[in-house]
């Protein structure tokens, strides 16, 4: 039985600053997760593989004064892509 995107249960995941790299498919394949937002906290951005949040994720958050989310693979997620307002 599939079910639909929008009546999945939302999580919201933060990427810790330590993270150097996120593996091929990290997060595909997750049953029932999908993320409206992910929060990433490196400001280098992580080497990441293929597919990493397939399908999962509506906005990435980036921190201010980040690097490195526009080269590679992050430019298959550019349009989900924003800076994080630091308050």
């Known amino acids: 039985h599939y079910q639909a995107v929008s009546d999945r249960p939302r999580y919201d995941i933060t990427i ?24 990433m906290k490196p400001l280098t951005a992580p080497a990441i593989g293929t597919d990493v949040f397939s399908d999962i994720v509506d906005t990435i958050y980036i ?25």
Do not use: C
Not at 16 to 27: E, H, N, R
Not at 64 to 84: L, R, S, V
């Open 16 to 39: 810790p600053a330590g993270v150097q790299t996120i593996g091929d498919k990290a997060f595909a394949d997750q049953g029932n997760l999908y993320s409206q937002t992910i929060h």
């Open 63 to 87: 921190p201010q004064g980040a690097t490195g989310y526009d080269q590679g693979n992050w430019t298959q997620y550019a349009d989900k892509i924003h800076t994080e307002n630091q308050q």
